[in-house]
């Protein structure tokens, strides 16, 4: 009976050495997972392990002072495979709470500035260069016919403020008129737009309305 206890203890103390070295290697990969959220698998089984060897280990020692080779035997065979389950278990969850506090949470994401909206100014009309509308530019068929009417004209106005390009978006309904509007504008100069205090070249509408005041 003695032999096969003393067995059994040589068997489970065995089983301990090398849960203890498989346990400290499984902890060598601690690095790893701390740079892997939720890889904290490797640190709680590396806990078990170390756990479960110093469990028997400890009952091991602890059966040694009972009296008696036989006792000891008797008691190191019970003992080791509980504290083997026992400390594998807490070596469980302490190598879990070991690991997963020190977890570095994800950076978070990076808050891009919105860019800042630009300073600008529209384009105004240039008092030292007066657009060629208004009575004394009334078309003379057009006051004799009784034409009256509003056109809109779509201009682009460069750099420098010279108008460039200029069309009938809307028109008045008398074709005189829509060519007035279109001579009042071209090649004319007005303050043109800016953006960051620098002129730039912008396309508007300009509403112009004929009517006759001596009717």
């Not at 009972?66 to 509980?82: C, E, L, M, Q, S």
């Not at 008092?127 to 068929?141: C, F, N, Q």
């Not at 008129?177 to 004319?188: E, T």
């Amino acid at each position: 009976m003695g032999t096969k206890y003393r067995l059994s203890v040589k068997t489970a103390a065995l089983v301990a050495l090398v849960f203890l070295l498989a346990g400290c290697a499984q902890f060598q990969t601690w690095e790893d997972s701390l740079q892997q959220p939720r890889e904290w698998d490797g640190c709680a089984l590396g806990g078990a392990l170390i756990g479960a060897a110093v469990g028997g280990i400890a009952a091991y020692f602890t059966a040694d002072q009972t009296g008696g080779d036989t006792n000891r035997d008797n008691v190191k065979a019970v003992y080791i495979p509980i504290f083997t389950i026992v400390g594998g278990g807490l070596g469980a969850v302490a190598g879990h709470y070991i690991c997963d506090p020190i977890i570095p949470p994800p950076p978070p994401a990076p808050v891009v500035a919105a860019p800042a909206p630009k300073a600008s100014t529209p384009i105004k009309m240039d008092p030292k260069h007066p657009l060629k509308i208004g009575e004394e530019y009334y078309p003379d068929a057009s006051k004799r016919a009784n034409e009256e009417g509003r056109c809109t004209v779509q201009v682009t106005v460069a750099a420098d403020g010279r108008i460039t390009n200029e069309s009938i978006q809307t028109s008045s309904g008398f074709p005189r008129l829509d060519d007035a509007c279109l001579k009042g504008v071209h090649g004319q100069r007005v303050i043109p737009a800016t953006e960051d205090g620098k002129p730039v070249e912008k396309t508007v509408s300009i509403p112009i309305v004929w009517k006759l005041t001596g009717k």
